[in-house]
């Protein structure tokens, strides 16, 4: 409960996601990427896609060189660096079932392709790279969520290839993030670190495929 009361303020500052951008508050700054090359920025174009209102990484990754980070992932170009921020979305896993690695993730304050934070989700919780919050600062992605105890993580985030809804909420004064999966009031995960505090935010996966559709960022843009 006290993570919960403790990002009670961002939500309730950033106002609720679903608001239309005429009315909101003042400072903050709403984005609704459009499905297009326009407003993402993909790592490598020929395995995306952007059709139906959808966001579609076709094919898997490849390990980039130098740290250990996501292998695949497209940024948002359109609008502002945020701060503190609320992203949402719909997303979904295509990777079959039968792969217990599948994952797609969350980049948030993304600052070059080796500083970011990103949320992992996966639907297997029991190796230190999956299904956690992280952060890759010129070095090899750290694991930083509350939930992971040494040896398991938060309860699987996608076990199945439907859409879920997505909340990702990040304030910049503090470091605090949570992560909520299908409208739940606990989050999945939480943590808290200031290595950075602004940044854009993106979508994508290490070595899977997936798809995200319906993304709203509402938050105050980065010093």
Same mark, same amino acid.
């Given at each position: ?9 961002? *939500? =309730?500052?950033?106002? /609720? #996601?679903?608001?239309?951008? !005429?009315?909101?508050? @003042?400072?903050?700054? *709403? =984005?609704?990427?459009? /499905? #297009?090359?326009?407003?993402? !920025?993909?790592?490598? @174009? ?17 390990? @980039? ?159």
């Amino acid at each position: 409960m006290r993570r919960r009361t403790l990002l009670t303020g961002l *939500v =309730v500052g950033l106002c /609720a #996601t679903a608001i239309p951008a !005429a009315s909101a508050a @003042p400072g903050l700054v *709403v =984005v609704r990427p459009a /499905a #297009t090359d326009r407003h993402w !920025a993909p790592l490598t @174009p020929e395995k995306w896609e952007f059709t139906a209102g959808q966001v579609v990484m076709t094919d898997r990754g490849v390990p @980039p060189e130098g740290p250990r980070r996501p292998f695949e992932y497209a940024i948002v170009r359109k609008g502002p660096e945020f701060g503190s921020l609320s992203l949402t979305g719909e997303i979904r896993i295509d990777e079959p079932v039968t792969r217990n690695d599948r994952d797609v993730v969350l980049i948030f304050n993304y600052r070059s392709p080796t500083r970011f934070y990103y949320a992992h989700l996966s639907q297997d919780n029991t190796i230190y790279p999956h299904n956690g919050i992280f952060v890759v600062d010129n070095a090899d992605r750290v694991r930083i969520d509350d939930q992971w105890d040494g040896t398991t993580g938060a309860p699987p985030a996608i076990d199945d290839t439907d859409w879920h809804d997505v909340r990702l909420d990040y304030r910049a004064a503090t470091g605090e993030i949570a992560v909520h999966v299908d409208g739940a009031d606990e989050p999945l995960m939480t943590a808290t670190d200031t290595t950075f505090s602004g940044g854009r935010v993106g979508f994508g996966s290490f070595d899977n495929y997936g798809r995200v559709r319906d993304v709203t960022i509402i938050g105050t843009p980065a010093s």
